[in-house]
């Protein structure tokens, strides 16, 4: 089966970790499930909709009992020092909305804050960019990507997907 992005990828273990994600859809519930099987110690939700926010905070403790604390989006967010894994999991940035960049405020950002994005088109984000210009460490939605077609792969043909062909093939199409 697929390996996991446990935070290989990344070269970072959740466990233990602060993590701040933005968004409170399908992508954040299954990335902050995870997150808190995997040990992280503090997952804070930040979402513009006060309901779909609310209502993952109380899954994760009520199913996982995870740490989690629920922030409303309403104006620019700031990340601040306590903060170990950033992770966009909107659609803020998706093509065709390419120029667009989630409201973050990244200035008062440990340097060893890893930033993640979701977005796997165009791998190279706003928020992506950002962060590698304060010389933060980051994880594009690329790999997301290539594992959930990895896994359909495997599970249509019973055979190991070819990750690396996968990878290339997607950085070769998004990059036109």
């Given at each position: 089966?697929?390996?996991?992005l446990?935070?290989?990828?990344?070269?970072?273990?959740?466990?233990?970790?602060?993590?701040?994600?933005?968004?409170?859809?399908?992508?954040?519930?299954?990335?902050?499930?995870?997150?808190?099987?995997?040990?992280?110690?503090?997952?804070?939700?930040?979402?513009?909709?006060?309901?779909?926010?609310?209502?993952?905070?109380?899954?994760?403790?009520?199913?996982?009992?995870?740490?989690?604390?629920?922030?409303?989006?309403?104006?620019?967010?700031?990340?601040?020092?306590?903060?170990?894994?950033?992770?966009?999991?909107?659609?803020?940035?998706?093509?065709?909305?390419?120029?667009?960049?989630?409201?973050?405020?990244?200035?008062?950002v440990?340097?060893?804050?890893?930033?993640?994005?979701?977005?796997?088109?165009?791998?190279?984000?706003?928020?992506?960019?950002?962060?590698?210009?304060?010389?933060?460490?980051?994880?594009?939605?690329?790999?997301?990507?290539?594992?959930?077609?990895?896994?359909?792969?495997?599970?249509?043909?019973?055979?190991?997907?070819?990750?690396?062909?996968?990878?290339?093939?997607?950085?070769?199409a998004?990059?036109?």
């Amino acid at each position: 089966m697929v390996a996991e992005l446990d935070g290989e990828a990344a070269g970072i273990d959740p466990r233990g970790k602060r993590v701040v994600v933005l968004g409170a859809g399908g992508a954040a519930r299954a990335i902050t499930v995870e997150l808190a099987l995997a040990g992280a110690a503090r997952l804070t939700i930040v979402n513009r909709s006060l309901e779909r926010g609310q209502t993952l905070v109380a899954h994760l403790k009520d199913r996982i009992s995870a740490d989690a604390a629920f922030e409303p989006w309403l104006k620019t967010y700031r990340v601040g020092d306590e903060v170990d894994i950033l992770v966009n999991a909107t659609s803020i940035g998706l093509y065709p909305d390419v120029e667009a960049l989630p409201d973050v405020d990244l200035t008062s950002v440990r340097s060893d804050l890893l930033v993640c994005d979701v977005v796997p088109n165009p791998p190279e984000t706003r928020l992506i960019k950002a962060a590698r210009a304060r010389g933060l460490k980051t994880l594009t939605g690329l790999p997301m990507l290539v594992y959930q077609g990895a896994i359909g792969f495997e599970m249509w043909t019973g055979q190991r997907a070819p990750e690396a062909v996968m990878t290339s093939a997607l950085e070769k199409a998004f990059s036109n």
